[in-house]
Antibody
Framework: QVQLQESGPGLVKASQTLSLTCTVSGGSVRSDGYYWTWIRQHPGKGLEWIGYIYYSGSTSYNPSLKSRVSISIDTSKNQFSLNLTSVTAADSGVFYC???????????WGQGTLVTVPS | EIVLTQSPDSHSVTPKEKVTITCRASQTIGRNLHWYQHKPHQSPKLLIKYASRSISGVPSRFSGSGSGTEFTLTINGLEVEDAAVYYCHQTISLPWTFGQGTKVEIQ
């Protein structure tokens, strides 16, 4: 069973880069057909898709964030990562990593990590 | 961008009641629609994929139907543990989008 675990700082200063890592266990980030995804939930709001990296390395991002976001894979550590540049207080929220393991339905989720950008 | 609109926004129900949540898409998405349950302080959980396909380990009281632009999640015989926010999610078109969520509360 694939399990995911987010890690990274809980506090990021405005204008800096938010960097989070998702460690995958019970499976490989290079397994065929997997979609490694980042989702955000603003406080008291719904779910927002940030983007994904496909097992092959191709990426897709939410246009609302496209100029600031990048997702990458580190096969040596069996991890995938999120970088979000030039953050503001509006970027605060709970960030989830998730995996679509044979198709885009997100079957595996991390527990979520709260990131705060003080205004 | 495909907009998913859920109704109702919230639903207060008694245990054993049947609950129906609707998700409407702004354009046709075939059956590329998935449902998640999100409880407080937990991560979302996949309940149904591709409109009606069941997920191993999910109670059989959860079912999904629909295609095109209108989809339904049904909970047959609500249990107290089903109190949560439910989201629909489309993956046919980028960017992937979620519905705004439907909060199910227990009376």
């Amino acid at each position: 069973q694939v399990q995911l675990q987010e890690s990274g700082p809980g506090l990021v200063k405005a204008s800096q880069t938010l960097s989070l890592t998702c460690t995958v266990s019970g499976g490989s980030v290079r397994s065929d057909g997997y979609y490694w995804t980042w989702i955000r939930q603003h406080p008291g709001k719904g779910l927002e898709w940030i983007g994904y990296i496909y097992y092959s390395g191709s990426t897709s991002y939410n246009p609302s964030l496209k100029s600031r976001v990048s997702i990458s894979i580190d096969t040596s550590k069996n991890q995938f990562s999120l970088n979000l540049t030039s953050v503001t207080a509006a970027d605060s929220g709970v960030f989830y990593c998730a995996g679509g393991l044979v198709d885009p339905s997100l079957e595996a989720w991390g527990q979520g990590t709260l990131v705060t950008v003080p205004s | 961008e495909i907009v998913l609109t859920q109704s109702p926004d919230s639903h207060s129900v008694t245990p054993k009641e049947k609950v129906t949540i609707t998700c409407r898409a702004s354009q046709t998405i075939g059956r590329n629609l998935h449902w998640y349950q999100h409880k407080p302080h937990q991560s979302p959980k996949l309940l149904i994929k591709y409109a009606s396909r069941s997920i191993s380990g999910v109670p059989s009281r959860f079912s999904g139907s629909g295609s095109g632009t209108e989809f339904t999640l049904t909970i047959n015989g609500l249990e107290v543990e089903d109190a949560a926010v439910y989201y629909c999610h489309q993956t046919i078109s980028l960017p992937w989008t979620f519905g705004q969520g439907t909060k199910v509360e227990i009376q």
